[in-house]
């Protein structure tokens, strides 16, 4: 048996699903690896930048200088100053910067943000550092550059003091949210991700492994039924339980109705059978009773031979009246239904088995509606009705109670009879209407197969269980003749 497209389909999607997450594994390293060299890029231009701007404005320092010779700073410095450093500082983005001479800072701009004249303070961390790396450049005559963390912010310095000027140089650049930590924290962020799509990609393919699993079991299991009806598919623990559930369900109640079916052929195979055994046999029967009378005729006046003769006919129609209720499984043995009262059927049956009742001290109780009418046979339904009533009395036994109970339903009469007795075992309730099963001592197992017969063939149903006393049988008789 080839799989079926789901389960195609589920295969490729696995494999899919593999090959996502391999690539996923791959993106992510190339994602952390991208990161640090960003990192690192962004820091190298930026220090190549901010070198570039640092000798810029040295020399436009030393130019500004040379013109005013030694005369000591004032208000007019810092804005001179200004303009050179905004004229240097407006070709590289994000970089401010300015001069500083005796340990005061002149001509802070910042030309990507603010406009010429605008008044700029510096940071406390820039001003101490700043200050550091104009005396380390003063003694070596070198630009010098510094990296710098100032919260989740990175802070690119540098700085250039040539020893023979009194004027010194300095520029920085400021990237927010770019510190190790803040670095660390999407790394972390990072991770976490792949860690929750590394775990919803394997939960995917567990589940998807499993339903692979789970249908083979499937596809063997129902190969094996084929083979077995009494088979049943092992229990699953994932989202197949309930398809295995009602695979086994579907294939008990396969099994129930196959044995109910053969039981039905089996029963009316045999019911024709005695059928006709029994119609072979009245004749003959029939005839040795006309003799057994004459011959009681005859042997009228020997009292010693009457209760012999006597004795043959009572047998003879006992066994008459056996082969009648065989003739009943005959299958061209239609019945003469029509649209009838029920209550006096009902009646007639029950003042018909009272005195047996009465004899075995059981009281009949009837629960029944007016004007109740349904598509039945009279006599068939009396004859099945005495021969349930016979045996709730005797299964009632001494004070014992025989409930019948009339309830209408949407398609059907109900006639229920409830007795008092013990209930009926399971084998009982499987076996009750087969033919020759008793458990009656001296029993002939013919009057529930005879019942059944009977309704069966006016159209109505009966079915057998436990009421909340004893056994209880139900008639369900058709309202009209299409139900």
Request: with cysteine; hydrophobic share 45%.
């Given at each position: 048996?080839?799989?079926?497209?789901?389960?195609?389909?589920?295969?490729?999607?696995?494999?899919?699903?593999?090959?996502?997450?391999?690539?996923?594994?791959?993106?992510?390293?190339?994602?952390?690896?991208?990161?640090?060299?960003?990192?690192?890029?962004?820091?190298?231009?930026?220090?190549?930048?901010?070198?570039?701007?640092?000798?810029?404005?040295?020399?436009?320092?030393?130019?500004?200088?040379?013109?005013?010779?030694?005369?000591?700073?004032?208000?007019?410095?810092?804005?001179?100053?200004?303009?050179?450093?905004?004229?240097?500082?407006?070709?590289?983005?994000?970089?401010?910067?300015?001069?500083?001479?005796?340990?005061?800072?002149?001509?802070?701009?910042?030309?990507?943000?603010?406009?010429?004249?605008?008044?700029?303070?510096?940071?406390?961390?820039?001003?101490?550092?700043?200050?550091?790396?104009?005396?380390?450049?003063?003694?070596?005559?070198?630009?010098?550059?510094?990296?710098?963390?100032?919260?989740?912010?990175?802070?690119?310095?540098?700085?250039?003091?040539?020893?023979?000027?009194?004027?010194?140089?300095?520029?920085?650049?400021?990237?927010?949210?770019?510190?190790?930590?803040?670095?660390?924290?999407?790394?972390?962020?990072?991770?976490?991700?792949?860690?929750?799509?590394?775990?919803?990609?394997?939960?995917?393919?567990?589940?998807?492994?499993?339903?692979?699993?789970?249908?083979?079991?499937?596809?063997?299991?129902?190969?094996?039924?084929?083979?077995?009806?009494?088979?049943?598919?092992?229990?699953?623990?994932?989202?197949?339980?309930?398809?295995?559930?009602?695979?086994?369900?579907?294939?008990?109640?396969?099994?129930?109705?196959?044995?109910?079916?053969?039981?039905?052929?089996?029963?009316?195979?045999?019911?024709?059978?005695?059928?006709?055994?029994?119609?072979?046999?009245?004749?003959?029967?029939?005839?040795?009773?006309?003799?057994?009378?004459?011959?009681?005729?005859?042997?009228?006046?020997?009292?010693?031979?009457?209760?012999?003769?006597?004795?043959?006919?009572?047998?003879?129609?006992?066994?008459?009246?056996?082969?009648?209720?065989?003739?009943?499984?005959?299958?061209?043995?239609?019945?003469?239904?029509?649209?009838?009262?029920?209550?006096?059927?009902?009646?007639?049956?029950?003042?018909?088995?009272?005195?047996?009742?009465?004899?075995?001290?059981?009281?009949?109780?009837?629960?029944?509606?007016?004007?109740?009418?349904?598509?039945?046979?009279?006599?068939?339904?009396?004859?099945?009705?005495?021969?349930?009533?016979?045996?709730?009395?005797?299964?009632?036994?001494?004070?014992?109670?025989?409930?019948?109970?009339?309830?209408?339903?949407?398609?059907?009469?109900?006639?229920?009879?409830?007795?008092?007795?013990?209930?009926?075992?399971?084998?009982?309730?499987?076996?009750?209407?087969?033919?020759f099963y008793t458990t009656k001592t001296g029993g002939t197992g013919l009057g529930l197969a005879v019942t059944k017969a009977l309704l069966e063939k006016m159209g109505a149903s009966i079915r057998s269980g436990n009421g909340a006393r004893g056994a209880r049988f139900e008639v369900l008789l058709p309202l009209d003749q299409a139900a």
């Amino acid at each position: 048996m080839r799989f079926p497209r789901i389960v195609a389909a589920q295969r490729l999607q696995t494999w899919l699903l593999i090959t996502a997450l391999v690539a996923m594994f791959v993106a992510a390293l190339l994602v952390v690896d991208l990161a640090r060299n960003l990192r690192t890029v962004v820091i190298s231009d930026s220090t190549k930048a901010l070198t570039n701007a640092v000798k810029e404005l040295a020399q436009s320092g030393r130019a500004w200088q040379s013109g005013r010779g030694a005369t000591p700073p004032d208000n007019l410095t810092d804005r001179q100053l200004s303009d050179a450093s905004y004229d240097v500082l407006r070709s590289y983005p994000d970089i401010e910067g300015g001069y500083m001479l005796d340990g005061v800072v002149y001509g802070h701009t910042f030309p990507t943000y603010t406009e010429p004249g605008s008044t700029l303070r510096q940071a406390p961390l820039e001003a101490r550092e700043v200050g550091a790396s104009i005396a380390i450049s003063r003694g070596t005559g070198r630009v010098v550059t510094r990296v710098l963390h100032d919260g989740r912010d990175l802070v690119l310095l540098a700085a250039y003091a040539d020893p023979a000027h009194p004027l010194s140089a300095w520029c920085l650049r400021r990237l927010f949210n770019f510190s190790e930590s803040n670095e660390l924290n999407q790394r972390i962020l990072l991770v976490a991700a792949m860690i929750v799509a590394l775990a919803a990609i394997l939960f995917v393919l567990r589940l998807s492994f499993g339903l692979q699993r789970g249908f083979e079991v499937i596809q063997s299991g129902l190969q094996r039924l084929r083979a077995d009806p009494g088979y049943r598919l092992p229990d699953q623990e994932h989202e197949l339980e309930p398809i295995v559930t009602a695979i086994n369900q579907m294939a008990d109640g396969r099994q129930v109705a196959e044995s109910e079916l053969r039981r039905e052929d089996r029963l009316r195979v045999m019911g024709r059978v005695v059928a006709g055994i029994a119609h072979e046999i009245r004749n003959p029967l029939n005839s040795i009773r006309l003799t057994a009378r004459v011959l009681a005729r005859r042997l009228h006046d020997e009292p010693s031979a009457a209760e012999p003769v006597s004795l043959i006919i009572a047998e003879i129609d006992r066994l008459d009246s056996l082969l009648k209720s065989l003739l009943v499984f005959r299958a061209h043995e239609a019945a003469k239904a029509r649209l009838q009262p029920v209550e006096p059927i009902l009646a007639r049956t029950i003042a018909l088995v009272k005195p047996h009742a009465e004899d075995s001290g059981v009281t009949i109780a009837l629960q029944s509606l007016p004007e109740c009418t349904a598509w039945v046979d009279g006599d068939y339904l009396q004859q099945a009705l005495i021969n349930l009533l016979l045996n709730a009395i005797d299964a009632s036994g001494p004070r014992g109670t025989v409930e019948i109970t009339v309830t209408r339903t949407r398609h059907a009469l109900s006639l229920g009879i409830d007795d008092s007795g013990p209930g009926l075992t399971p084998e009982q309730q499987d076996r009750a209407f087969e033919a020759f099963y008793t458990t009656k001592t001296g029993g002939t197992g013919l009057g529930l197969a005879v019942t059944k017969a009977l309704l069966e063939k006016m159209g109505a149903s009966i079915r057998s269980g436990n009421g909340a006393r004893g056994a209880r049988f139900e008639v369900l008789l058709p309202l009209d003749q299409a139900a």
